[in-house]
């Protein structure tokens, strides 16, 4: 069934030609199913673990650097 | 107008083709909205274009489909990396950063090219996709390194703005005001297409600094030398490695993923089109590169001729090179600094608008009438709104966030980076469009370059005087 949110699209025809011209899953409204979920584990969780804490750090890091400079 | 006609009756023929063709059984209900309607139109015209196998058509068809890949390089050279730029040319002149610089393209491009194939091939935005296969937990951290690395850029183009207007006499209040008309003028069009043919004709004024580069005269040989050989080198010291990474950060900065992924959504790319998306990629970063070696080149005679730039501003490179290169020359130099404020402005904005939309599950897209995209507008319209009125606060050691803000992106970058690279070598969400080994090689390549150099300006700070026993200086 295709319902209608868009005043101009007044026949099935105009709606035919949109659905052809776009793909499935390139509705707005098809954006709403999720994607699976991926859990992270092994080498990917330990990476991403590791620059996130080196992120943290590093901001540490910056905010001393800016601190020193207006010292 | 015979040619208008022309093509509004190939497109008709087109729609007619569309509609005879089966239609895809949807067995859920199907929802139009508005964003679908317009975004339906810009791919008939593709598939017109794509059609026909003739040169007019073929320029038509790459015509229709760059946007993206130009517009994110050239917003990424922003007021902070056309400041980096000069600086690096006025501290250091021709030599090491000529072919540096280039190389830091390169790595744009490669990290870029990604965010193309992952947008064409799951039509998901960046945020979108980390939140929903990875979960809330790293997707929250990923949003807030954006927003915070988007909100600090923002206030650095403003500056660049309030500087460069501030050239020509014009009052701060009226420059950022006169930035953020603009910014609102791209919008109401409502409609992507013509949203993206506005910010591109405004981003090519980046330009502006290739003629500013020749005014100056610059020694070509001594260019293709510093090209060919990476020489004169600089001395090893802290301020060197500071002008590294920003130069690094002026080019590879976490919001042109979620921008250029987000857009090539927006735009409607399918995996068809991603040979043009690398296309748009690599146009984007060769005009982007030249603005950014002319800029290095125009304010290298600043270091010929021994002046000190240590805390310059856009308005000051532009009254320093007025002796050098005459009013006009300066003044261009100026336009450019407030065209690369405004147009960053615009996609920065953009790019928080869209991961903001993707994660709270609201409608994001520049397709929607203002009444369906209330949040999306707001959001992009009180990011930018915000870090204009930052600027205008009178006392704000606005000098110390422009000096941070691409060294806080070339931090941000690594994570960001991880992300992309799993999601872009998800054999699940990709198909076949996985990375290939020379890609998966080349981005883990820019991932360590990033962190090694973010590891060394850490000591630097922490140890500064490593760098002066090895530097000498």
């Not at chain 2, 540096?100 to 990604?114: I, N, R, S, Y």
């Not at chain 2, 013509?194 to 290739?210: D, G, H, S, Y």
């Not at chain 2, 590879?252 to 921008?259: A, K, N, R, Y």
């Not at chain 2, 146009?283 to 950014?292: D, I, N, P, S």
């Given at each position: ?71 | ?201 405004a981003a090519l004024f980046n330009l502006v600094f290739i003629p500013v580069a020749l005014l100056t005269h610059p020694n070509w040989p001594s260019v ?152 999306f507008y707001g959001v992009l319209f009180l990011c930018a709104a915000a870090a204009a009125a930052i600027v205008l606060i009178p006392g704000l050691p ?49 991932v360590l370059v990033l962190t090694t150099a973010g590891v060394l300006f850490g000591v630097s700070v922490i140890v500064p005087s490593i760098f002066m ?5």
């Amino acid at each position: 069934m295709v319902r209608r949110e868009e005043a101009q699209l007044d026949t099935s025809s105009d709606q035919q030609w949109i659905l052809s011209a776009l793909e499935h899953d390139q509705l707005a409204k098809a954006k709403k199913h999720p994607i699976a979920r991926r859990r992270l584990k092994g080498a990917s969780l330990f990476t991403v673990s590791a620059l996130r804490i080196y992120l943290l750090f590093m901001m540490v890091v910056v905010v001393y650097q800016v601190w020193i400079s207006t010292k | 107008m015979g040619i208008n006609r022309m093509t509004k009756r190939t497109e008709a023929v087109e729609i007619a083709r569309a509609m005879r063709t089966a239609v895809r059984p949807v067995d859920d209900e199907v929802i139009i909205t508005h964003e679908d309607v317009d975004r339906a139109r810009d791919r008939i015209r593709v598939s017109t274009a794509r059609a026909q196998h003739s040169f007019s058509s073929r320029a038509r068809l790459l015509w229709l489909l760059i946007g993206p890949g130009v517009l994110v390089m050239l917003g990424e050279n922003d007021g902070p990396s056309m400041l980096s730029y000069a600086a690096t040319g006025a501290k250091f002149g021709v030599g090491f950063f000529i072919p540096f610089v280039v190389l830091t393209f390169c790595m744009a491009m490669v990290v870029q090219e990604m965010t193309v194939r992952l947008g064409a091939a799951t039509h998901r935005g960046h945020a979108e996709l980390i939140f929903e296969r990875f979960g809330p937990f790293w997707g929250w951290f990923s949003m807030i390194d954006l927003a915070i690395g988007n909100f600090l850029t923002l206030i650095t183009e403003f500056i660049a703005i309030r500087a460069g207007l501030g050239f020509f006499g014009v009052p701060p209040w009226a420059a950022v005001l006169s930035a953020l008309v603009i910014l609102y003028s791209a919008l109401m069009s409502h409609r992507y297409w013509t949203w993206e043919r506005i910010t591109l004709a405004a981003a090519l004024f980046n330009l502006v600094f290739i003629p500013v580069a020749l005014l100056t005269h610059p020694n070509w040989p001594s260019v293709g030398h510093a090209l060919l050989t990476w020489k004169p080198l600089p001395s090893l010291s802290g301020d060197t490695l500071l002008i590294i990474l920003a130069d690094i950060g002026a080019t590879v900065t976490p919001w042109m993923l979620f921008f250029q992924q987000s857009a090539t959504v927006d735009k409607g790319l399918t995996t068809k089109d991603i040979r043009f998306g690398r296309f748009d990629t690599v146009l984007g970063a060769v005009l982007a590169m030249a603005a950014a070696v002319a800029t290095i080149l125009a304010t290298a005679p600043l270091f010929a001729h021994q002046m000190s730039a240590e805390n310059f501003q856009a308005a000051e490179f532009a009254q320093a090179l007025q002796p050098l290169i005459g009013r006009f020359g300066a003044s261009l130099f100026a336009l450019g600094m407030v065209e690369a404020g405004i147009v960053a402005s615009i996609t920065i904005s953009t790019s928080s608008a869209y991961a903001f939309g993707e994660v709270a599950h609201r409608p994001h897209s520049l397709n929607l009438p203002l009444a369906e995209g209330k949040s999306f507008y707001g959001v992009l319209f009180l990011c930018a709104a915000a870090a204009a009125a930052i600027v205008l606060i009178p006392g704000l050691p606005l000098v110390y966030v422009v000096l941070v803000v691409n060294v806080v992106a070339v931090l941000a970058m690594p994570p960001a980076l991880v992300f992309l690279f799993m999601l872009v070598n998800d054999k699940e969400i990709m198909g076949d469009l996985v990375s290939p080994l020379w890609a998966n090689i080349l981005s883990t390549g820019v991932v360590l370059v990033l962190t090694t150099a973010g590891v060394l300006f850490g000591v630097s700070v922490i140890v500064p005087s490593i760098f002066m026993h090895l530097g000498g200086n």
